[in-house]
């Protein structure tokens, strides 16, 4: 069984940056698509970006333009890139193996000034 394992979080003032990362216990290449998903106080949880071993990407609506997905298959890394951040990205950020059902156990994200 896959184990994911975020990090990266923390407070950030809106405008900021910041950028999580997802290292997996084994090949993310036999993960194929990895994910970024995120859950706010009070609300559902939602995909914020997704990427296939052939690099294509999807986004939420919320963060296009503003965040990046990117994945280093040696590293069996799959990262986030999170810029011109605002309050309403305060969330739990969580990492996910599509294929296969598995999460991380998440890495929080403040965005307050």
């Known amino acids: 069984q896959v184990q994911l394992v975020e990090s990266g979080g923390g407070l950030v003032q809106p405008g900021g940056s910041l950028r999580l990362s997802c290292a997996a216990s084994?090949?993310?290449?036999?993960?194929?698509?990895m994910a970024w998903y995120r859950q706010a106080p009070g609300k559902e949880r939602e995909l914020v970006a997704s990427?296939?071993?052939?690099?294509?990407?999807n986004y939420g609506d919320s963060v296009k333009g503003r965040f990046a997905i990117s994945r280093d298959n040696a590293k069996n890394t799959v990262y986030l890139q999170m810029n011109r951040l605002k309050p309403e990205d305060t969330a739990v950020y969580y990492c996910?193996?599509?294929?296969?059902?598995?999460w991380g156990q998440g890495t929080l994200v403040t965005v307050s000034s």
């Open positions: 996910k193996a599509l294929f296969f059902g598995v």
């Open positions: 084994r090949s993310i290449f036999s993960l194929n698509v």
């Open positions: 990427i296939t071993n052939g690099g294509t990407t």
